[in-house]
Every structure is written in C-alpha cells, then in structure tokens.
C-alpha cells in the first residue's frame, strides 16, 4: 500500500540531483543516567540505520551516554502537541 | 479545514506509508513544510509572552520564519566553514596528541554545523541547493575566517578569540531563544566550544614560556583580536534591521555581546603579558579600545592599518560583503566532492 502523498516540486528537483544527500530522518534519543528517562537529544539524517547508527554516535558524542537510540521520525504519532 | 487539524488527520495516514514523506516535516505531525507559516505575528507574540517555545513551523508567522532561518544561516555558515579554516593549521600541529585535538575540534563544528542545518531543512530549506550550489560569496560567517589561518600558534589563538566569540553568541541564543528546537541542541554546542576555547588558553600557557612562542602569540594578537571585536557586527547606534519584534532571536545586543567578549578575551591576555588594543576603563565600567575603530585591514598581510585612522562602518560593510582571501578556496573545499560526484554519476 502506498499512500505517499505526491511529492513537492522541491523534493522532485533535489531527488534529480541524485542520491547523495540522506533523506530519512531519525529522531536520536539517549539517556546518561540509569535514573533518567531517555530524551530527545537531536535528529539525524540516513537512508540506512546503520549509517544512523554512526552519524549519532559521532554527531551526538556530547556526553557518555548509558544508551542511545533511534526512531524513526514519521512513525511518531502526536498525543498532546507542544 | 484548520491547519492543525489538518495536520492531526494527516499523521493517521502517516505510519503506512513509509519514510519517503519524511522529507520537511516536523516531529510533531506530518504536515508538509513547504506551506507557509501560519500564524500571524501576534499570535507568535501571544506564544512568546505565555512562555510556550515555538517547536516548529506551524507556530510561526512567515516573518518569524525568515528572521529564525536567517539566523539559523549564519550559524550554520560559521560552523560549516571553521571545518576547513581550522584543517589548514592543524596540520601545522606540533605532534599526533594535539592534531587529535584538534581534528576533534573540527569533527565538533562539522555536528554544530549539522545541528543548525537539520533544523532549516524542517523549516523546509533545501539544504544539498544552500550549502552545495551557493555561490561562495553568499555564505554568511564573519569575515575573520576568511583570513588564513596557517600556524599551530594562529589555530589555538582562533581557538581562544573565535570560539569565544562562537560561545558568548550561542550563550546568548541559548538562554534568550524562543525556538525550542534549536535552544535544546544548544547544550551539546555550549559545552563543546567551552572545550575549544580552554583548548586555545591552554596552549597559549604552553606556548607563553617561551621567547619565541610569546612572539608568535602577540604577532597572532596583533590581527586576530580586532577581528574578533568585528565579528559581533555594527555598533547598536549604527544597526539597521532592528525589526525583531520581541521575536527572541537574541537577547543582548551587539555591543552587550562585545563587551562580554572583551570581559574575558582582554583578561587572558594581561594575564600572560601580552598587550592588547583594549583594556578595562574604570570610569564607565566598560571595555574600550585603544586604537580608532573601525580600521581598515590588510588582509594580504594581516595587518590593521591604524595610521589611516578610523574608516567608516559602511566602508567596512564593503570588505565584509567582497569577503576575503580564502572564501572562494574554502568554500570549494566544501563543495567539491558533491559536485564532482555529482557529475560523475550524470556522465555514467
Ligand atoms: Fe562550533
Ligand atoms: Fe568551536
């Protein structure tokens, strides 16, 4: 099933100029603390999760973290909104 | 329909249908980006004053929207090209522990440089058309990285005047900015450039116990500090676009941000002896500066050329836009690989 809407004529014409540029997002959350609940420390870009992998570990190299993950961004289903 | 509304109904469809329609969309719904603001700038205001962040675009107004993303360019300019600016002199390094250093540094501003671009590209900006097809006079960092950087000595002294200069400005953004977003990935970016700049202090204690690393020092000193005055830009009374609107984009205001600057720039140096074209004047409580200013530069030499005497703000506006000696060379470096890439895949 596709229900992807059609894509913006800016997404067509950076998609002609090829793939280089990762265009899946990745919402990066990580915890330093055992007693800390995960929070949301940034987002990455990468068509692949294990490029997702290396790109917030080195993009989010900030603290020692005790755990680190990824989610993908469109699977976020808003509850209360900010 | 409401926008939000809109926006609700759409994350329903949004799970099934993969990653594709990532592009441009906020965390919070599916809403595609590329739609204009939708708030008016009262309402933004009515946000601000009830201490609510704004999270993403779908609570700005399109002047909000331009004025953020203007700011966002000069921050992820300035990072962006201290990658290159720093890579020529840390090749200068003194042995492998501090080009481990200082390629770390580097690896840094690249993250701060990913930082605020990530965020533009949720404003809906094409980020490969900005940072990879811009001409190179069109990117916005402060003149002074456009003057060589091309000595272990310049490299930890940019370390102790740029990254400062970098801190006091993202200090302010961080405590003063309403864009939740970027006010949040501010932390990271604070904590490293405080390592940056004790980087250069200490390799300035370092290189001050001796005759000919206080010389390199102070010759450094002599260019790099004036620049750095420069970098936080026109005097208040000389500013022109004052339309931020209680939009929180900053908090102080250009001269605040230079005299936060100079309040720990000029202390490190007398603390070591050198001597610095300001010093604390006890009158008026502030910062002030010895030689005329504004002052035209040579850039060739690195040479400030007091004998001319104070120049006009226009006439350094002039330099700032024709940029310097190293804007071209640093900007390809940035952009070759994508276009040679690029090319390469078009002729296949
Ligand atoms: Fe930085
Ligand atoms: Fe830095």
Request: hydrophobic residues 40%.
């Amino acid at each position: 099933m596709n229900t992807s809407p059609a894509p913006t004529a800016k997404q067509q014409s950076s998609e002609a100029g090829g793939w280089i540029e990762d265009r899946k997002l990745w919402e990066v959350y990580a915890r330093r603390k055992y007693d800390e609940p995960l929070y949301q420390v940034g987002t990455v870009a990468a068509d692949d999760p294990d490029l997702g992998r290396v790109y917030a570990r080195t993009i989010f190299n900030e603290f020692p973290w005790i755990e680190m993950v990824l989610i993908p961004r469109d699977t976020i289903i808003p509850v209360i909104e900010a | 329909m409401h926008r939000l509304e809109w926006a609700k109904f759409s994350t329903e469809t949004a799970g099934f249908r993969g990653y594709d329609g990532a592009e441009a969309t906020s965390r919070r719904s599916a809403a595609p980006m590329s739609d204009a603001p939708p708030l008016t700038d009262q309402q933004v205001l009515e946000r601000i004053k009830n201490h609510q962040l704004i999270e993403s675009i779908e609570h700005m107004s399109p002047a909000y929207l331009e004025g953020i993303k203007r700011i966002l360019t000069v921050s992820a300019d300035t990072e962006l090209i201290s990658a290159p600016a720093y890579y020529n002199p840390a090749r200068a390094a003194p042995s492998l522990n501090p080009f481990g250093s200082a390629l770390a540094i580097i690896q840094d501003e690249l993250g701060h440089a990913h930082i605020a671009y990530r965020l533009m590209r949720d404003l809906g900006v094409d980020i490969d058309a900005l940072i990879y097809d811009r001409d190179p006079a069109k990117f916005k960092y402060p003149y002074a990285f456009d003057v060589p950087l091309t000595t272990w000595v310049e490299l930890v002294m940019a370390n102790a005047f740029y990254d400062r200069a970098g801190f006091v400005l993202l200090s302010d953004v961080f405590g003063s900015s309403t864009f939740g977003p970027w006010k949040r990935a501010l932390v990271k970016v604070d904590k490293e450039e405080t390592f940056h700049l004790r980087h250069g202090e200490n390799w300035m204690r370092k290189l001050s116990q001796t005759t000919e690393g206080r010389r390199e020092i102070q010759r450094a000193i002599d260019w790099m500090f004036l620049l750095t005055v420069e970098w936080f830009g026109l005097p208040d009374d000389k500013k022109r676009h004052t339309e931020q609107l209680g939009f929180g984009f900053k908090g102080k205001s250009n001269d605040e941000l230079r005299q936060i600057w100079m309040s720990t720039a000029v202390p490190l140096c007398e603390s070591l002896n050198y001597s610095v074209p300001a010093h604390f004047d006890q009158a008026t409580e502030r910062y002030v500066l010895d030689v005329p200013f504004p002052l035209a530069f040579d850039a060739e030499n690195k040479r400030w050329l007091i004998d001319e005497g104070e120049i006009t703000w226009d006439a350094v506006l002039g330099r700032w836009k024709a940029r310097g000696p190293m804007n071209q060379q640093y900007v390809d470096t940035i952009q070759r690989g994508h276009k040679e890439l690029k090319s390469l895949l078009a002729a296949a």
